[in-house]
C-alpha cells in the first residue's frame, strides 16, 4: 500500500521539473528576444521598385539610369506658401534658405530654387537632392525640422515630392512596433477573459504569443540581415498579427482539450499529456497547411509577395512552438488553478456519456447540432446560396493599384504639399516623364515612335551636362541613350499606365533598338501585370498544397474535396462583400493589386483551419460513435472552442486598419470577414449539413467510412434526428471493419 501511495508524488515532482525547466527555457531564452522587434525597421526595404522582380523591364531601366547619373538622387521638393503673393524680400530670405540647406552633407549636387509658381504666385518651390548613400526617411527629418527650426517668416513649407511620400510611407509603418501590437494584444485579451472568465488562463495565453513573437521577431531579424529574406513594412505588420492570432488559436484548442481531459481524470500531468497528444494532429495539420500555404508564395514574381511568405511561415512555427512546449508546461504547473474560479472538476464514466448527455453540456451547440441533423439538406443548400449570392459580385474587385497619395488614408504632408505645388504650377507639376533607354544609333527611331503614340506629348534624348540656356550634345553610356517622355496623363492613373503599355509597343517595334521603357508609371504597369501572373501561379499551388495536406490528416478524398470547394467559396463571398463594402460604403479608390492573392492564401489556409479542427474531431468520434453521430459529437463539442478562435484571429487581423494604410485597411477587413464566415457560419452549419447528407461515403476510402454499428443505431432517427435508438440510449461501443 506505501509503495504504491509514493509512485504518484515522485511523478508529479518529476513532472513539476520538467514543466519547470520547459517554461524557463522560453522566459529566459526567447523573452530578451523581443528586444529585436524594435530593430526590424532597421532591416526593410520599403521602395515600390524594389517589390518587383529583377527581370522586369521598369527594373532594368532603373538600373541601366544609373549609369546616366540619373539615380544617385531622390528630389525632395519643399513648397513655400503665403497668404498673399512672395515678395521680393520673401524670395530673398528663401534664397537664404536653399544656401543653409546647401550646406548639408545629404544633398547631391546643388539645390534648385526658389521658383516662383507659374499658377499661383504665393507658391514657391525648392528641389532638394538627397543622396542616395544616406537613409530617406531621417533624411527628410531632418530637413523637415531645420524648416521648423528656421522657417521664412510669413511662409508655410512643406516637404514632399518622392522623398517626402517614402519617408511619410516609412513614418505610417512606424506604428507596427507599438500600436498595432498594444491592439491587437488588448483585443485577444478582452476575448479570452470573455471566453474563459479566468484572469490567469489569459495572461498564460498571452505570455505565450508574445514568446512567440519574440523568438520569430529575432529569426527574420538575423535572415533579413543576413539577406536570406526581405523584409518589408507590410510583411512585418502581417506577421505580428498572424503570430499572435495563430499562437491564440492553437491555444485555445489545447486548453479546451485541456479542461475535457481534466474531467475524465485526476492526475493533471496526465491531463496534460492526454491533451498534447489529442491536439497535436490538428494543430500539425492546421500550421502546416498555413506554412505549405504560405510557402507558394515564393512562386510570385513580385519580390513583395514572394518575401512574405517565409517571413510569416517562420511566425507560425514559432507559434506553434509556444503553444505546444510553453503552453502545457504553464498549465502542467497551474495544474486546475489555471481555469480559477470555474476550475473543472472530475466526471465519473465520462467515456460513456450518451449524446444526449452531450447535448445537456452544451446547451446552444447541441441546439445547433440539433437543429442541423434535423434538416441537412435543406440547411447547406440555403448556405451555399447565401454565399453564392454575395460571391457574384467578386468578379467586380477592381485591384488596379493607386497612386501615391491615396495609399494614405489620413493626412500626410507629402500629400498636402503636392496638392499645394499643384496649385502653384498646375497638374504638370507632378508630372513623372517615362523614361526611355535605347541604342545610341536608333535614337532618332525610337522618339519617332514614342511621339507617335497616342497620349505622348513630346519626347527627347537627355544631354550632356553644360553651361545653363545651352544644350550640349546627347548623353551616350555604353552605346544607349537616354530619353525622356512626357505624358498628357496625370502619373499614377489609369490612362498614364494605357499609356506607358502602348509606348512600350510602339517603341518595342524599332528593330534593333532594344527600347526599354521605365519610370513611376512602367512600374504600376509592370507590378499590376506581375501580381495577375502571380494570382493565376500560386492560387492553385496553394489548393493542391492545401488538399494534399488534408488527404492524410483525414484519411479520405471527398472530405478534403468538398472541405477545399467549400473555402473557395467562402474567399469568393468575401472578396465579393468587399466589394460593395469597399466600392459603396467606403468609397475607396482602388486596390493595391496583390490584395485579392493575399486575401486567398490567408482565408484558404486560415480558413480550412477550423474545418480541420472540426473534422478531424468528427474523424476521430466516428471512429467510436458513427459517422452521424460523430459529426454531431464533433459540432456541439468544439462549437464553442472554434468559434472563439475565429473571433480571436478576425480581431487581430482587424488590427492591422489601425495602420493608415489603404492595402493593410483592405486585406484586414477581407480576411477578418473571411474568417467570421468560416468560423461562425461554413464551419457551424454549413460543413456539418453538408457531411450529415453525404453520410458515411465522406470518408472514403477511409476506414472511419465502414464502421459498423449495432443494428438500428444509426438509421434510427428519433424525434429530433440525432440517429439514436429508439429509447434515447448512446448503445455499445461499436467495432470497426
Same mark, same amino acid.
Given at each position: 500500500?506505501?509503495t ?23 522566459l ?67 534664397a ?7 550646406e ?5 549636387g ?7 509658381g ?41 516637404v514632399t ?99 475535457e ?120 443548400l ?114 498614364a ?8 509597343e ?35 499551388l ?6 494534399l ?8 478524398? +471527398?472530405?478534403?474535396l468538398? %472541405?477545399?470547394?467549400?473555402? /473557395? !467559396?467562402?474567399? #469568393?463571398? $468575401? =472578396?465579393? *462583400? &468587399? ?53 454531431l ?21 482587424a ?19 473571411? +474568417?467570421?464566415?468560416?468560423? %461562425?457560419?461554413?464551419?457551424? /452549419? !454549413?460543413?456539418? #449539413?453538408? $457531411? =450529415?447528407? *453525404? &453520410? ?18 444509426e ?23
Amino acid at each position: 500500500m506505501s509503495t504504491r501511495l509514493e509512485h504518484p508524488p515522485r511523478r508529479s515532482r518529476w513532472w513539476a521539473g520538467a514543466a519547470l525547466l520547459v517554461a524557463l527555457v522560453w522566459l529566459i531564452g526567447a523573452g530578451p528576444l523581443g528586444a529585436f522587434l524594435g530593430r526590424l525597421g532597421e532591416v526593410q526595404t520599403n521602395d515600390p521598385a524594389a517589390f518587383l522582380p529583377d527581370g522586369a523591364e521598369s527594373t532594368e531601366v532603373d538600373r541601366i539610369a544609373e549609369d546616366f547619373d540619373r539615380a544617385d538622387s531622390v528630389p525632395a521638393v519643399i513648397v513655400l506658401s503665403g497668404d498673399g503673393d512672395l515678395t521680393d524680400a520673401r524670395l530673398a530670405d528663401a534664397a537664404e534658405l536653399v544656401d543653409r540647406i546647401d550646406e548639408r552633407p545629404w544633398v547631391a549636387g546643388s539645390v534648385i530654387g526658389p521658383l516662383p509658381g507659374t499658377e499661383d504666385p504665393s507658391v514657391a518651390q525648392i528641389v532638394v537632392p538627397i543622396d542616395n548613400a544616406y537613409d530617406t526617411g531621417d533624411t527628410v527629418e531632418e530637413l523637415r525640422a531645420l524648416l521648423a527650426d528656421e522657417p521664412v517668416d510669413g511662409l508655410q513649407a512643406q516637404v514632399t515630392g518622392p522623398a517626402g511620400y517614402a519617408a511619410d510611407l516609412v513614418a505610417a509603418f512606424g506604428g507596427i512596433d507599438s500600436t498595432l501590437l498594444i491592439v491587437a494584444v488588448v483585443a485577444v485579451l478582452v476575448i479570452l477573459v470573455a471566453v474563459y472568465r479566468s484572469p490567469l488562463l489569459p495572461i498564460l495565453v498571452i505570455v505565450a504569443s508574445l514568446l512567440a513573437l519574440g523568438l520569430s521577431g529575432a529569426l527574420v531579424y538575423v535572415a533579413a540581415d543576413l539577406g536570406l529574406i526581405s523584409l518589408n513594412g507590410q510583411s512585418q505588420g502581417i506577421l505580428f498579427i498572424l503570430v499572435v492570432g495563430a499562437c491564440t488559436d492553437y491555444a485555445l484548442l489545447l486548453v479546451a482539450r485541456y479542461r475535457e481531459e481534466l474531467a475524465a481524470r485526476e492526475d493533471v500531468p496526465a491531463a496534460v499529456l492526454a491533451a498534447v497528444r489529442g491536439v497535436t494532429g490538428p494543430v500539425l495539420a492546421s500550421g502546416g497547411t498555413v506554412i505549405l500555404g504560405l510557402l507558394c508564395l515564393l512562386a510570385a514574381d513580385l519580390n513583395s509577395t514572394s518575401s512574405l511568405g517565409p517571413v510569416v511561415a517562420i511566425g507560425v512555427v514559432a507559434a506553434m512552438l509556444a503553444a505546444m512546449t510553453f503552453l502545457p508546461a504553464a498549465l502542467a504547473l497551474c495544474g486546475r488553478a489555471a481555469f480559477w474560479p470555474t476550475a473543472p472538476h472530475r466526471l465519473r464514466h465520462r467515456e460513456g456519456q450518451s449524446m444526449e448527455r452531450v447535448l445537456e453540456q452544451h446547451p446552444f451547440w447541441g441546439g445547433i447540432a440539433r437543429a442541423v441533423a434535423r434538416r441537412p439538406r435543406l440547411l447547406w443548400l440555403s448556405t451555399t446560396a447565401l454565399l453564392l449570392a454575395a460571391a457574384v459580385f467578386a468578379p467586380q474587385f477592381t485591384a488596379e493599384g493607386t497612386g501615391q497619395a491615396e495609399v494614405f488614408r489620413t493626412e500626410v504632408e507629402a500629400v498636402d504639399g503636392q496638392e499645394t505645388l499643384d496649385r502653384g504650377f498646375g497638374p504638370d507639376s507632378s508630372a513623372a516623364p517615362a523614361l526611355v533607354v535605347a541604342d545610341a544609333d536608333h535614337l532618332d527611331a525610337v522618339v519617332d515612335a514614342a511621339e507617335d503614340t497616342r497620349g505622348v506629348e513630346g519626347a527627347a534624348p537627355v544631354s550632356e551636362p553644360g553651361p545653363p540656356g545651352n544644350e550640349g550634345p546627347v548623353l551616350v553610356e555604353d552605346g544607349r541613350v537616354l530619353i525622356e517622355v512626357d505624358l498628357d496623363a496625370v502619373p499614377e492613373t489609369t490612362a498614364a499606365v494605357d499609356t506607358v503599355r502602348d509606348l512600350r509597343e510602339n517603341v518595342h517595334a524599332v528593330e534593333g533598338a532594344g527600347a526599354l521603357v521605365g519610370g513611376i508609371d512602367a512600374t504600376d504597369l509592370d507590378t499590376r501585370e506581375t501580381a495577375q501572373r502571380d494570382f493565376v501561379v500560386v492560387v492553385p499551388l496553394v489548393l493542391v498544397v492545401v488538399f494534399l495536406v488534408l488527404i492524410p490528416l483525414l484519411r479520405s478524398l +471527398v472530405a478534403p474535396l468538398l %472541405l477545399m470547394a467549400v473555402n /473557395v !467559396l467562402s474567399f #469568393a463571398t $468575401a =472578396l465579393g *462583400v &468587399g466589394t460593395l463594402v469597399f466600392d459603396h460604403v467606403l468609397d475607396l479608390p482602388g486596390a493595391d493589386p496583390v490584395v485579392p492573392l493575399f486575401a486567398f492564401v490567408f482565408l484558404v489556409a486560415l480558413g480550412i483551419d477550423y474545418s480541420i479542427f472540426l473534422m478531424s474531431r468528427a474523424r476521430e468520434e466516428t471512429l467510436i460513435h458513427g459517422h452521424r453521430e460523430g459529426v454531431l459529437r464533433a459540432l456541439t463539442v468544439t462549437g464553442g472552442v472554434i468559434t472563439s478562435a475565429g473571433v480571436v484571429l478576425a480581431a487581430t487581423f482587424a488590427a492591422l486598419a489601425v495602420i493608415p494604410l489603404l492595402f493593410l485597411l483592405q486585406l484586414a477587413f477581407l480576411v477578418a470577414f473571411g +474568417v467570421l464566415v468560416d468560423a %461562425l457560419l461554413v464551419r457551424t /452549419v !454549413l460543413i456539418p #449539413a453538408l $457531411a =450529415l447528407d *453525404v &453520410g458515411p461515403r465522406l470518408w472514403w476510402p477511409g476506414r472511419a467510412g465502414r464502421v459498423a454499428l449495432p443494428v438500428g443505431r444509426e438509421s434510427g432517427t428519433g424525434r429530433d434526428g440525432l440517429g439514436q435508438d429508439a429509447a434515447g440510449r448512446d448503445g455499445s461501443r461499436p467495432a470497426a471493419s
